[in-house]
């Protein structure tokens, strides 16, 4: 049986995918128990091969995160049909994915609604190009979501393995 998967999307997947991908696995990993998940990130507009953010990676060293060495990846049609959660940034992510794959709607939220972060701006900012201290910002907003987001995924997970949590 293959591994469920969970997808984090954003424009260029160099900042905020793949750092709610790395925040993911952290602490997914150090769940006692939790099943084996394919955790990936993709871009909508990606530039294949550019590297992840250095800021990026200065904060998940300081956090102690193990942040794969990986390069910016474009999303691909079987990404989206395989996954059974698919967390996107902006409404424009998800607009954009809905659009394109109708059939896989059920399976699409934002990253911070998904988390229950209601009580904000559900959109992630771009960092991209920013200074250290946005991406600081940016990291411990995402931080929360997924802290959330797995909250979600391990109480659902003794109800019933649904991989969305729902």
């Known amino acids: 049986m293959p591994k469920k998967t969970i997808l984090f999307v954003c424009t260029g997947n160099t ?75 902006t409404r424009q992510h998800r607009r954009w994915l809905q659009q394109r794959f109708p059939g896989e709607s059920h399976k699409i939220f934002l990253l911070k609604e998904r988390a229950g972060l209601t009580g904000e701006d559900p959109e992630v900012a771009d960092p991209y190009g920013g200074t250290l201290e946005d991406y600081r910002r940016v990291f411990a907003e995402v931080r929360r979501a997924v802290a959330g987001i797995v909250l979600s995924m391990e109480r659902s997970r003794s109800n019933d393995g649904n991989c969305a949590g729902q």
């Open 15 to 89: 900042c905020r995918s793949p750092m709610a991908e790395a925040l993911f696995r952290h602490e997914w990993q150090k769940l006692p128990g939790a099943p084996d998940l394919k955790v990936a990130s993709a871009g909508l507009a990606a530039r294949e091969g550019e590297q992840v953010s250095e800021h990026l990676r200065t904060l998940t060293g300081e956090s102690g995160i193990e942040m794969e060495k990986r390069c910016a990846a474009r999303l691909e049609e079987e990404q989206v049909k395989s996954a059974c959660l698919i967390l996107v940034m």
